[in-house]
T-cell receptor
């Protein structure tokens, strides 16, 4: 079945440093979504990418979808303490989110 | 408040027991998804319902079952509980995708934390 690997599992950074998490799929994806889960909270949708090589930005966050549509990355520039949480990617085949596979997440801690 | 309501927030029970978790989707959303998140683990997809019908099934144990009612709320039934069933259970709802290759965007509820002793 489809597998989505996410690395690293944990990342500890000093406030102001950059952070990147990577998502790799065993199969070609139709789309990839990114979610953020704050400690003690629930996952919240950040963004969706559907085009090969697509790059989207949200303030300090940059999301990329690979040319082969098998990998994706989330990069945060100059992390802040508000960035702490677990970032999940979800690789999808088609429109049914039930067919999307979540990665195990990358937990980011930021030291002030 | 995401608009997805889950009850109860916390539940403590014993092995062998049966519990029911409830979810009300956002107004207008026809799809309900159930996920299990064990401690420091990712989100494991359990099952998806659309307008009362089962649409996709993940790694849901035979001891677990779910349904979606005509008013679109959903219930997840967990029976013969084991210690390993202790987890956070999330419900999510989604609106239909307008078109293109995108997947439904999930709006998650706050979750129901189940502790099996």
């Amino acid at each position: 079945g489809q597998q989505v690997m996410q690395i690293p599992q944990y990342q500890h950074v000093q406030e102001g440093e950059d952070f990147t998490t990577y998502c790799n799929s065993s199969t070609t994806l139709s789309n990839i979504q990114w979610y953020k889960q704050r400690p003690g909270g629930h996952p919240v949708f950040l963004i969706q990418l559907v085009k090969s090589g697509e790059v989207k930005k949200q303030k300090r966050l940059t999301f990329q979808f690979g040319e082969a549509k098998k990998n994706s990355s989330l990069h945060i520039t100059a992390t802040q303490t508000t960035d702490v949480g677990t970032y999940f990617c979800a690789g999808g085949i088609g429109t049914n989110a039930g067919k999307s596979t979540f990665g195990d997440g990358t937990t980011l801690t930021v030291k002030p | 408040d995401s608009g997805v309501t889950q009850t109860p927030k916390h539940l403590i029970t014993a092995t062998g027991q049966r519990v029911t978790l409830r979810c009300s989707p956002r107004s207008g959303d026809l799809s309900v998804y159930w996920y299990q998140q064990s401690l420091d683990q990712g989100l494991q997809f359990l099952i998806h319902y659309y307008n009362g019908e089962e649409r996709a099934k993940g790694n849901i144990l035979e001891r677990f079952s779910a349904q979606q009612f005509p008013d679109l709320h959903s219930e997840l039934n967990l029976s013969s509980l084991e210690l390993g069933d202790s987890a956070l259970y999330f419900c999510a709802s989604s609106a239909p995708v307008a078109g293109g290759a995108g997947a439904n965007v999930l709006t998650f509820g706050a979750g129901s934390r189940l502790t099996v002793l």
